[in-house]
């Protein structure tokens, strides 16, 4: 029971944290997007970007774009592409603890059961010339089934919280590809412009 607890303990540390790192990317993602919309002119998305890109991993993203020694849209693709990737790689740092957190801990706590009621038998067998007490039999098949619940408990609670972190995830990637278009769309139509005699 104490090994679910530790893991309970970690994983409400993880969970946190996960949390906390979300919120400041969205936050960090959503100020760049506004202070972005504002800008007309190649010179000042870079400044933007300057300021509040390092920050944000969109900011990092569109970096790549607006910042790129080529004009070959393809690579300019592929080094936002790597980016991204390695961004979301750094936002699911962790995620892995909490996937194998939820598997395990159940099997912990069946494990517990199932040494709950080998020392159930061990008794049972150390006092059989002089009865079995049914009270102590039920007493420790009651200690040992309440390591199952805690198992699943921590893994119930764990898989939900893992689940709703990964939706979350996904919902950041999806804005991140969403505005990188937007903005590939931009920056082909002010490189145009400029580029007009």
């Known amino acids: 029971m104490y090994v679910l607890l530790v893991i309970s303990v970690i994983v409400i540390g993880i969970v946190i944290e996960k949390y906390r790192q979300l919120k400041r990317v969205k ?7 506004r202070s972005l919309h504002q800008q007309e002119k190649l010179d000042n998305l870079r400044s933007v970007l300057k300021i509040y890109g390092q920050t944000s991993p969109l900011g990092i993203m569109l970096d790549k774009l607006f910042n790129s020694r080529t004009d070959n849209l393809e690579l300019i693709n592929q080094s936002m592409e790597s980016t991204a990737n390695l961004q979301l790689h750094e936002l ?3 995620m892995g603890w909490l996937s194998t957190f939820s598997a395990i801990a159940p ?3 069946f494990l517990g059961t199932v040494i709950g009621m080998v020392r159930v038998f061990m008794n049972i067998q150390g006092q059989s010339q002089s009865g079995v007490d049914i009270s102590m039999l039920a007493g420790g098949i009651w200690e040992a089934l309440l390591t199952t619940i805690g ?6 609670v764990t898989i939900i919280f893992y689940n709703d972190l990964v939706q979350n995830l996904e919902n950041i990637v999806k804005d991140m590809q969403d505005t990188a278009v937007e903005y590939i769309i931009k920056f082909e139509a002010l490189r145009q412009g400029t580029n007009k005699p």
């Not at 936050?27 to 997007?33: G, I, M, S, T, V």
């Not at 198992?151 to 119930?156: F, N, Q």
């Open 107 to 109: 099997l912990i706590g």
């Open 27 to 33: 936050d960090a993602n959503q100020k760049l997007q």
């Open 92 to 94: 699911e740092r962790g």
């Open 151 to 156: 198992g699943l408990v921590v893994g119930i």
